[in-house]
């Protein structure tokens, strides 16, 4: 299987390499993000028998389950696509600060029926994701979720942390090393506002619009419900349009939160706006 890279197995995290060594087949929960990437990347160049699952719905933006069919289609990666529309469980449904918790335990058992479908736990394929050292020192429910499941997450178990994975994206010839972390969009509505296919195509479109519209740096549409628009940076010339956009999508009038860092904004044990 062509892998692509320009690095090499040896540029591997030592410790990431000696999880991936247990770990001779491997289906992995792949959102294209750069945590999935990088775990199906240095998977390969270990010699792993990989196979990535990719999940769309309506909380996953159209243009990301599209990047990521690509990159595993360039690579040569085997791939497997799977509908998931978390709307209908319970603790989403009325957007809980455990949202996450049911939304990833039902998520766990869809993947676990496609490997089923495929035979691939017959063949000794192991469960495993992204989630990385960073990750267990922050709000995050879902986790809970995944050690019920049995999911493995090599790139915390080696200890890695996101500086650590960009560093070692870089060494091995990882593309998009930079690449900026995208929860999903249920994230963007604080709890207790009941989320909808509707105002998630609107949030997904209006965020592919500001995208496109100029230098934000990293960025997120927020409701609080409010509508909190954060960003890295927004030059005066740049507010104008994106007043324009936020109006198209019915997002405005909308708080500005210029500089600073953009994550974590429902990260306190469910606090909502921090």
């Not at 790139?155 to 999903?184: H, M, V």
């Not at 998630?200 to 990293?218: C, Q, T």
Request: glycine share 10%.
């Amino acid at each position: 299987m062509s892998n692509g890279n320009n690095g090499g197995a040896g540029q591997v995290p030592a410790a990431l390499a000696r999880v991936l060594g247990g770990l001779p087949r491997m289906a992995v929960a792949y959102s294209g993000g750069l945590d999935s990437r990088f775990l199906c990347h240095a998977a390969l160049l270990c010699g792993c028998d990989v196979l990535a699952v990719h999940v769309f719905g309506p909380h996953i933006p159209a243009q990301e389950s599209a990047g990521a069919t690509a990159w595993a289609q360039q690579r040569g990666l085997p791939l497997r696509t799977a509908r998931f529309d978390p709307l209908a469980l319970p603790e989403v449904a009325t957007n809980s600060p455990k949202r996450c918790y049911d939304c990833k335990t039902g998520l766990v058992h869809l993947l676990r029926g496609e490997l089923a479908a495929l035979a691939c736990e017959e063949q000794g394929h192991v469960l495993c994701d992204g989630t990385n050292a960073d990750d267990l020192q922050a709000y995050r429910p879902g986790l809970r979720a995944l050690e019920e499941g049995c999911v493995r997450s090599p790139l915390a178990e080696a200890g890695l942390s996101k500086a650590a994975i960009r560093e070692a994206a870089r060494a091995t010839g990882l593309d998009r090393p930079d690449q900026r972390a995208r929860p999903c969009l249920l994230t963007r509505m604080a709890y207790g506002m009941r989320p909808d296919a509707p105002t998630l195509a609107r949030l997904e479109a209006a965020e592919d619009d500001l995208a496109k519209a100029g230098p934000l740096g990293d960025f997120r549409l927020r409701l609080t419900p409010e509508a909190v628009l954060q960003a890295e940076s927004m030059p005066d010339s740049q507010r104008q349009q994106v007043q324009n956009i936020l109006q198209r999508y019915g997002f405005w009038p909308c708080k500005m939160e210029i500089g600073g860092s953009v994550s974590g904004f429902y990260d306190a044990g469910g606090a909502g706006h921090k």
